[in-house]
Structure formats: structure tokens, C-alpha cells
């Protein structure tokens, strides 16, 4: 995961108005220098939000009201944006990774959460603040000291979080803070007895406010985790869906016959081309064959002479004349000789019809190649009604061979069958008893954390945590019990004068937890993986004046010096204690890295650091930007040097 951009618009410690790409590698984000800018504090406020105004507190300026917006690449490798108004309502988009345009996905800031951590891939919030957010308030030296803190961010938000369970986050008013920080300082007597008991009487109905506020909280909690489960089993069809889409845009977008304006049956036609082509040529073959067999019998017929250049015919026709025409003269005895004519025109007339039979012959012959053509006019038309839609559909379809059509029509019917079989299947999912029950459940779910939500919300908006108003408690009644007994009072006095300062928290059994949990792994196993590692940042950050680091099986820090003697890391000076909780803190960054990205942010982290330690700090950050993304918000000019990108904000 990386983040790609940030626009912010009257926002706290930013221009007025601006955009900045952040690209992959080791950046240096410059702050305007009338005010730090929180980049921890608002990226935690948009990626955790607790949809009750608190990063109202990010606007720059009351009056106006406050926008961000982060772009990021989640561990599922899409990009997604967060909106939110400060102090008001958000939404999270999703990137169409096809169309290249931005797709709501929530507006809701619950379903938002669970989004994030469920599909994005975010890590509790509690685990994001103390592993990804390095900043000048988490060092040792710089919390109150002694145990059972609760850890706060640069918000001011607390964070409570069970194991599995998406973060819950409480909001403390400035007045209640009060009493925090008073839990820290030393017991102190009451100087206005009456006045502390009615504190106390106050902070035990808080006590009890706080105690239902939680338990609400704590059954809140356990059923935003079974609708987390129940929308994990309702969007399980959610791929299947997009599958069908996928499959349907696939089987409309191939062509059909229809569409192309071509018959409906040219896959049986382009199947049977091949026969009606042969069949065709035999035709054509038979034409040809009876067509030479014509040709080579008008050959032989002789060549017809025209009537009347027959000789012949007119021999007989001028005898039958003459014959006819002796009879008027000669008597009546002989005038028999005119019957000679009949003879005579009888052969004229023989001639004749001769010559009209071999007319008729030849007019014969001459049809028969006339049908000939029409023939094969007849075969080649027929065969063109046949094959004229097969080639145009190889023109279509880009083939070079009839026989290449029917399976590219084939897709179309496997495409519909693929089809069919996801909506099967999706049916079958949705008709799943779980499936059908864990619709029935979700509104009902819903709905008992709108009441529990509602009754939170009467109870009171801003709650402190419930140990805080405990120890706050508890050092009332010892200020009390002080004030009525003056000698207890002078006792702890000098027990306080002679004991020094409480010893600085050791940061290791809380990180070396969380990194447990991100490599899923348990503290023995964490240890052995980020000894080394931070052993080499320990020893290069003090000079090697240190060169082992322990713990122990509950997470404990024991330091080797180089003369070999071993210590507490409570030992040590704060200083040095700061330097370790630093090393400590890359250390786990890099090991994590290597198995979950994520942005490292580190804000004004190093202001108390010796100058002369800036730059191998720099040479360190630049070593983590290989691995994953860094993020530094400093007005120091010294990191800028070994940046990949410096940005002004």
C-alpha cells in the first residue's frame, strides 16, 4: 500500500489550498513555517474515522469548514480515494480499474472502516499509529512516565482494539484531559478538602458513565465484527457477479449471423461448401462434356445450300413445267405425257422438304447449345445462392477457409453456455441457506447498533477512558487521605525527594506485540527476526557505545554496552532511551515491509536529536524508502539532501 496524493482545502499546517503527488521512495514534505503540519494526524482522521466531528479539529480556521482528500493503492493493488469534510460526513470511492473512473463505495463512516480493513488491507488503528506514524510525542522521553498509559495519538483520539476486531476510537474534551495529566504527576495532598471529595463524588458517577459507555461500546464492538462477517459472506457472490458481468459483455459483443445479415444457417452452409462446390464442378464438368459431343455432331453435318441454288430442284421443277406446259399442244392422245410432271414436281418437292429437314436439323442444334447456356447459367446461379453468403461471412469473420466459420460461431454458443453455468452457480450461492440467512440477519444487526449507538450518544458524546477516570480517582482519595494525615504526607515527601524520577516506559513489549500480530508471529520468534537489525541501528545511532540488544519472553529490553556490561534499557539516560526506541522503530518497519506495505509517516520525529545523528538518520529513512513508502514532515533542510523528492505544503 502507498498513498498517490493529498488535496487539502483550510487545513491546518497546509497551503490554503493544494495538491500534492506523492510518488513511492523516501520524501520530504516541507511545512509552511507558521505551523506544523500534521500529516499523522489527518491521515489517521481519514482513514479511521469515528463519524462523531472529531477531526473537526484539523480546519484551519473555524469559520470555514475543512476538506481532505487521500488517494491510495490498497494491498488488493486498486486504487481508492477518501473524502471527508472535516467535522463532517465522507465517502470512499473505489477506481474502475476498465473504465479509469471513480465508483462510490460507501458514504457510511462504519462501512467505511470495515472496508478499508477488510478489503483495502489497513491494520488496526492502534497497530497503523504505533508502527507507521513516527512522531516527537511517542518518544520516551516525552510521555509521562510510569505504567498503564494509555496510548494517545496526535488527535487526540484513544484507541481501543481487540484482535480481529476493527478499531473503536473515543474522544477526550480538553477539560477532561486535564485529569490525565494530572494522574501523571506525583500525589500531591488536597488543599480544599470539601472541594476534592465533591471531585471525587463527580469522578465516580464519570466512573460509572464510563463503565456503561464501555460495556455499549464493548457490545457495539461485537456486532460491528459479526456484520463485518456476515458482508465478508455477502459479498463472497460479489466476484461471482462480476464474472457474470464479464461473461454476458463478452457473449453480446459476439457477432451472430443476424447481426452480420447473414442467413441463420451459415454454419451449415459453410459445412456443406465444400459439396455444393464439388457438386458444381461435376455439373459444369457434364456441360462441357455433352457441350463438345454437340459441337463435334454439327460438325459433321454437311453444309446446307440454299433452294435455290439447287440445280437439281430446279431441273425437276422446269420438267414438271415443261411437261405441263407440252400438254396443251400435243392431242388428246398424247397429252398423257403431262402426267411426267407429277414425277418432276413429286422430286422438286422431295428436294424441298429435304432442305427444310436439314434446317430444322440445324436449327435443332442450334438450341441445344442455347440450352446448353442456360445450363449452365441455371448451375452457376444456384451454386452462387449457396456459396455467395459463405464467402461473405469469410470476409466477415477475417477466415480463410469456409471450414473456419462454424467455430467462430461456436464462441458465441460456448460464451452462452459459460454464461449459464456462472449464473448457475450464483443462484446457487444466493439460494445457500447461510447466503439467505446472513441477508435476514445484517438489517437486524444494523439496527441494535443504531440503538446502542443511540444510547452512547445520550449517555454523552465525549467519554474519557474508563482507566483514566480510575487513576485520576485513585490519586484524589491518596490527595485526600494526604491532606487528613499531614505525617503520611511528609513521609512520601521525602520518600519522593530521595527516589528520583520514575524510570521511562520500555516501548518494546507494545511494538514487538503489534509486529507480532502484522507477521503473525509470537514475541519469541519477533525477537529472534529484529535483533540484529536493530542491534546494527542502536550501535550506529549511539556511536557504538552499545553493541547488544535483548529482551526477554515478555518483551523486556536489556542493552549490552561495549564494555560488555549489561543493563535495563530503563537504565539508560532518556536520551539514549530515545535512540533505541528509534532504532527499535525502523527495525520493525523494515521487517514488515517484507511481508505488508505500508506508508511510513514520519512527523518532526527527530527535533531532539543530536544535530550530528541527522544524517545517518537521513542515510536510514532513505534505506526504508527502498522498501517501502516514507513519508517525512520536516523544516529541517538536512533530509532534503537524500530525498528522492522534496514537496512544499
Known amino acids: 500500500m502507498h498513498f498517490v496524493e493529498l488535496a487539502v482545502q483550510n487545513v491546518r499546517g497546509f497551503s490554503p489550498t493544494g495538491r500534492f503527488a506523492l510518488k513511492t521512495g523516501y520524501l520530504v514534505l516541507k511545512p509552511p513555517a507558521a505551523d506544523p503540519s500534521p500529516m499523522a494526524g489527518l491521515s489517521l482522521a481519514l482513514l479511521f474515522p469515528d463519524g462523531r466531528g472529531g477531526d473537526a479539529a484539523f480546519s484551519a480556521s473555524p469559520q470555514k469548514p475543512g476538506k481532505a482528500a487521500l488517494t491510495l493503492v490498497g494491498q488488493d493493488g486498486v486504487t481508492y480515494r477518501v473524502l471527508r469534510e472535516l467535522g463532517g460526513g465522507g465517502s470512499l470511492h473505489r477506481l474502475n480499474p476498465t473504465t479509469k473512473q471513480p465508483e462510490l463505495v460507501t458514504q457510511d463512516t462504519a462501512e467505511a472502516n470495515q472496508f478499508l480493513r477488510g478489503q483495502v488491507g489497513l491494520p488496526p488503528r492502534g497497530t497503523f499509529e504505533s508502527i507507521f506514524c513516527l512522531q516527537a510525542g511517542q518518544l520516551p522521553s516525552r510521555r509521562p512516565r510510569g505504567g498503564g498509559r494509555a496510548t494517545t495519538s496526535s488527535g487526540g483520539l484513544r484507541t481501543k482494539s481487540s484482535p480481529g476486531m476493527p478499531a473503536v476510537r473515543t474522544q477526550s474534551s480538553p477539560g477532561l484531559a486535564l485529569g490525565g495529566l494530572a494522574s501523571a504527576q506525583a500525589v500531591q495532598p488536597a488543599h480544599d478538602i470539601p472541594a476534592a471529595e465533591a471531585r471525587q463524588k463527580e469522578l465516580e458517577k464519570e466512573l460509572l458513565l464510563c463503565k456503561e459507555v464501555d460495556n455499549l461500546q464493548f457490545e457495539v464492538d461485537g456486532l460491528n465484527s459479526q456484520v463485518f462477517d456476515l458482508e465478508q459472506k455477502l459479498r463472497g457472490t460479489e466476484g461471482l457477479k462480476e464474472k457474470v458481468r464479464e461473461a454476458e459483455a463478452l457473449w453480446n459483443a459476439e457477432p451472430t449471423p443476424e447481426k452480420m445479415g447473414l442467413p441463420a444457417d451459415i454454419a451449415a452452409r459453410a459445412e456443406r461448401y465444400g459439396r455444393v462446390l464439388a457438386r458444381r464442378d461435376e455439373a459444369i464438368a457434364r456441360l462441357l462434356a455433352d457441350k463438345d459431343l454437340a459441337e463435334e455432331e454439327a460438325a459433321r453435318l454437311p453444309e446446307i445450300q440454299p433452294l435455290v441454288k439447287n440445280r437439281n430442284f430446279w431441273i425437276a421443277v422446269a420438267a414438271g413445267v415443261l411437261f405441263f ?37 440445324k436449327d435443332r442444334v442450334d438450341r441445344r447449345n442455347e440450352t446448353f447456356t442456360a445450363r449452365e447459367k441455371k448451375i452457376t446461379e444456384e451454386f452462387e445462392a449457396e456459396a455467395a453468403p459463405v464467402r461473405r461471412a469469410m470476409e466477415i469473420f477475417d477466415v480463410d477457409t469456409p471450414g473456419d466459420i462454424p467455430p467462430r460461431l461456436q464462441r458465441r454458443e460456448q460464451l452462452g453456455s459459460e454464461v449459464a453455468q456462472l449464473r448457475t452457480q450464483l443462484i446457487t450461492q444466493e439460494r445457500h441457506p447461510e447466503f439467505i440467512a446472513a441477508g435476514e440477519q445484517l438489517p437486524l444487526i444494523r439496527q441494535q ?83 540484529e537489525r536493530c542491534t546494527q541501528y542502536f550501535s550506529a545511532l549511539t ?57 511510513l509517516l514520519v512527523e518532526d520525529a527527530f527535533l531532539g536529536v543530536d544535530e550530528s545523528r541527522l544524517p545517518l538518520l537521513g542515510r536510514m529513512l532513505k534505506h526504508l524508502g527502498t522498501l517501502t513508502q516514507v513519508l517525512h514532515v520536516t523544516p529541517l533542510g538536512g533530509f532534503a539532501q537524500v530525498a528522492d523528492a522534496t514537496i512544499p505544503l
Open 543 to 599: 556511536e557504538r557505545r552499545y553493541v547488544g540488544v535483548e529482551w526477554d519472553r515478555d518483551g523486556n529490553t536489556s542493552v549490552v554496552g561495549a564494555s560488555g556490561r549489561r543493563q535495563l534499557l530503563s537504565e539508560l539516560p532518556p536520551r539514549e532511551v530515545d535512540l533505541f526506541f528509534l532504532s527499535l522503530r525502523l527495525t520493525v518497519v523494515e521487517k514488515v515491509s517484507a511481508r505488508v506495505k505500508m506508508p
Open 449 to 531: 447498533i443504531e440503538l446502542l449507538n443511540a444510547k452512547i450518544e445520550q449517555k454523552g458524546t465525549f467519554v474519557r477512558d474508563m482507566r483514566e477516570v480510575e487513576r485520576e480517582l485513585s490519586r484524589l482519595k491518596e490527595s485526600i487521605a494526604l491532606a487528613r494525615n499531614p505525617q503520611a504526607m511528609a513521609s512520601l515527601s521525602g520518600h519522593d525527594v530521595s527516589s528520583g524520577p520514575e524510570p521511562l516506559e520500555d516501548p518494546s513489549p507494545l511494538l514487538l506485540g503489534q509486529a507480532g500480530d502484522l507477521l503473525t508471529l509470537d514475541v519469541h520468534a519477533v525477537t529472534g527476526v529484529m535483533r
Open 325 to 361: 406446259g407440252l400438254s396443251f399442244f400435243l392431242s388428246k392422245s398424247a397429252r398423257y405425257v403431262a402426267l411426267l410432271d407429277v414425277p418432276a414436281f413429286g422430286f422438286a418437292a422431295v428436294l424441298a422438304l429435304r432442305y427444310v429437314e436439314d434446317l430444322q436439323e
